[in-house]
């Protein structure tokens, strides 16, 4: 009991202003997709494809590309008919 108690006193160390490892202040990442519209996303284009897959071939999260929701919906889509049609990996090793 009286551990648990110590280890919240040590939890509560102030951090500096600028390095605090619970809020890290991050740039706000554009969507590649909204901010140029003339981007189109082609599933057979491999190498517009392949900047949304990791090198396992995972598809990227959205706070990895920076994509909207709307448009991550679109990536998903296309990296999957990719690999269909084996452009794209479902998986490597
Ligand atoms: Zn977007």
Excluded: W
Aim: hydrophobic share 25%; with cysteine; glycine share 2%.
């Amino acid at each position: 009991m009286s551990d648990k108690k110590n280890n919240k006193k040590n939890n509560n160390k102030n951090y500096d202003e600028d390095y605090n490892p619970r809020f890290r202040k991050q740039r706000k990442k554009v969507c590649a997709l909204c901010s140029d519209k003339n981007f189109n996303l082609d599933y057979k284009n491999y190498d517009q494809m392949k900047k949304f897959v990791n090198d396992k071939g995972k598809i990227l999260p959205r706070r990895t590309t920076g994509a909207c929701a709307k448009h991550q919906r679109d990536i998903t889509i296309a990296v999957k008919r990719a690999r269909h049609i084996a452009i794209l990996p479902y998986t490597q090793n």
